[in-house]
């Protein structure tokens, strides 16, 4: 995820960029690959009622463009927020195309149908996330949010599975996960 930080009217603070880090990380974690830019405002307004401060955040998604705004005085409390809202809305847009994928084929790259077998290697679903080894011998991760048609609690180790390949932040990751048939 490419991140971009910006003041305007202040400077950025460095328990405002430690926040912001925090905060990112805990996106790509629960959201892998979803978002692609990811802009940080934070701008003094001393004029406004409800504080001295505006956050806002800019994600670019594929195919849309989420945005949060919050004012108050407390930066990082603002910034807290914005991420929560961010977090939730994001959610919100993978249950939407959850539920539109599942009725047509998933497509790779020009369009032909990319689909990889392999098994689960490990869950963590307290952590909402887990492994699969891929018919090659390459490990996969997956999160939560990319089952289509099995839910966390339903997988167990060595259960075979299809997926589409995808790459994260810190290497492949599984952009959805179908249990096989």
Same mark, same amino acid.
């Given at each position: 995820?490419?991140?971009?930080v ?6 950025i ?28 405002? *934070? ?17 670019s ?14 930066v ?6 914005a ?5 939730? +809305?994001?959610?919100?847009? +993978? ?13 790779? *790259?020009?369009?032909?149908?990319? +689909?990889?077998?392999?098994? *689960?290697?490990?869950?963590f679903?307290f ?10 011998g ?15 609690? +339903? ?27």
């Amino acid at each position: 995820m490419e991140l971009q930080v910006e003041g305007r009217n202040t400077d950025i603070r460095n328990v405002w960029q430690e926040k912001i880090g925090t905060e990112k990380e805990r996106l790509v974690r629960h959201h892998p690959g979803l978002v692609h830019h990811l802009r940080v405002s *934070i701008e003094e307004t001393s004029g406004h009622k409800t504080g001295g401060f505006e956050v806002r955040l800019v994600a670019s998604v594929p195919s849309d463009t989420l945005v949060v705004s919050r004012k108050g005085e407390s930066v990082r409390t603002l910034l807290g927020d914005a991420f929560d809202n961010l977090g939730l +809305q994001l959610k919100e847009l +993978q249950r939407k195309r959850r539920q539109t994928s599942g009725k047509a084929p998933e497509l790779g *790259i020009g369009g032909e149908i990319s +689909q990889l077998a392999g098994a *689960i290697k490990a869950l963590f679903p307290f952590e909402s996330y887990g492994f699969i080894t891929a018919s090659d011998g390459q490990e996969i991760y997956f999160h939560e949010n990319a089952l289509k048609d099995v839910a966390m609690d +339903q997988l167990k180790e060595g259960v075979e599975v299809r997926f589409g390949l995808g790459e994260g932040d810190k290497g492949p990751t599984a952009a959805w996960v179908r249990a096989a048939k």
